[in-house]
């Protein structure tokens, strides 16, 4: 009798960029890729790619907001406290997280806001200063993400299609989610980019959003904050991701056709694809 052997766990492939965009002078976007296990973290590059046998992965995108400095720095406590708390948390990844990933990134969202809120009670110039974050952890399987603000998650399964499985912390989202208007409306709304929650920003409390994406092979992730949205409609979105033009990352190609549509945000991008296990 012929004993069937398991598949070889999922491999990812990944690559990031961020600009600054045409009119502003600092950018206060900030990126993460992150490969982490109980022992160790480590910091991946803008490309690569690796096996998910041994290791999970986090990748994020983080959008500051403040006078002066102070959203750039906001945006790169919220990628950099990541690294700090979620290895603790590997275990618990190791043995399934279908109870309790919702609180271990509640959690984490939790702490970043305490520190921002720290850090603009402390000092005059980080007063107000806040930031999105969209957060997706990989364990093989499975896509675990935590969500607050208008940065986006973007799903694209293998078959087609592009699904935003994050909500827009804004009025003009709200309205899109529920059907009141389409995203041409969602826009031009007047509101779109005031944000009903974010980390920091004087918010006592916050309530992220989280959820769980089920992963196969071929499968795509984009991670982008809203200055990429503000470039480029979702089909068009779908498209780049989709083309094959594997000389140039995707995260790049989708970076410059934004800012060369519009440029008047910074913009970032985060790409990770599910591939068949080697």
């Known amino acids: ?57 986090v990748f994020a995108v983080s959008d500051g907001m403040g006078g002066a400095k102070a959203g750039e720095f906001a945006s790169r406590i919220a ?13 618990a990844a190791a043995h399934g997280l279908s109870t309790g990933f919702g609180d271990i990134l509640a959690e984490l969202f939790s702490a970043i806001n305490h520190d921002l809120l720290k ?26 993400f935590g969500h607050l603000g208008d940065s986006r998650v973007y799903y694209l399964p293998r078959d087609g299609g592009i699904t935003q499985v994050t909500h827009d912390h804004t009025h003009a989202g709200w309205l899109r989610r529920t059907g009141q208007i389409g995203e041409r409306e969602a826009r031009l709304h007047p509101f ?13 409390s916050v309530e992220p959003q989280v959820g769980a994406v089920g992963c196969l092979p071929g499968d795509r992730f984009l991670f982008c904050s809203d200055g990429l949205v503000d470039g480029l409609w979702d089909r068009r979105i779908e498209e780049i991701v989709r083309e094959s033009a594997a000389e140039i990352p995707v995260a790049q190609r989708l970076v410059e056709a934004a800012v060369e549509n519009s440029g008047r945000d910074n913009t970032t991008a985060v790409v990770v694809e599910i591939l068949p296990g080697a």
């Open 1 to 57: 009798m012929t004993v069937p052997t398991a598949p070889p766990p999922p491999r990812l492939r990944w690559s990031g960029l961020t600009h600054v965009g045409t009119v502003r002078t600092n950018n206060e976007d900030a990126f993460l890729a992150l490969r982490f296990d109980r022992h160790e973290v480590s910091y991946l590059g803008k490309t690569g790619e690796a096996s998910g046998s041994a290791a999970d992965f």
């Open 79 to 91: 990628v950099e406290k990541i690294t700090q708390l979620l290895p603790r948390s590997f275990q």
């Open 119 to 144: 850090l603009g009670y402390s000092y005059e110039e980080c007063a107000g200063m806040g930031a999105t974050l969209s957060l997706g952890w990989f364990t093989p399987g499975w896509m675990y």
């Open 192 to 204: 779109r980019n005031t944000l009903h929650q974010v980390l920091g920003a004087g918010q006592q």
